[in-house]
């Protein structure tokens, strides 16, 4: 019923940039929390950033200065600026929606960067 769309992702080369966008379509009323987490294989996926209905922020300390989550309430959007792009930031990376007491999952799109 609540459906997200992830684009943006792809191979890029250390110190590059890219931008991930994630639409939420469907039943959907309030949007509270909205983030970006990503996950390599074998390991557990990870929070990335996030950003709440508020506007406020919190980011993983490995990124820090280098991304940059925001969202455009009136299309259901959340975007991550990646700068400064690094081999360790290679991970499929998830979008995550928060409705109510519901979450949801994107179907997640692949960043590589190569040194």
């Known amino acids: 019923q609540v459906q997200l769309v992830e684009s943006g992702g792809g191979l890029v080369q250390a110190g590059g940039s890219l931008r991930l966008s994630c639409a939420a379509s469907g039943r959907i009323f309030v949007i509270s929390d909205m983030g970006w987490y990503r996950q390599a294989p074998g390991k557990q996926r990870e929070l990335v950033a996030q950003?709440?209905?508020?506007?406020?922020?919190n980011y993983a300390d490995s990124v820090k200065g280098r991304f940059t989550i925001s969202r455009d309430k009136g299309k259901n959007t959340v975007y991550l600026q990646m700068n400064s792009l690094k081999p360790e930031d290679t991970d499929v990376y998830y979008c995550n929606v928060l409705l109510g007491n519901d979450n949801y999952w994107g179907q997640g799109t692949q960043v590589t960067v190569s040194s």
């Open positions: 950003i709440s209905r508020g506007g406020s922020t």
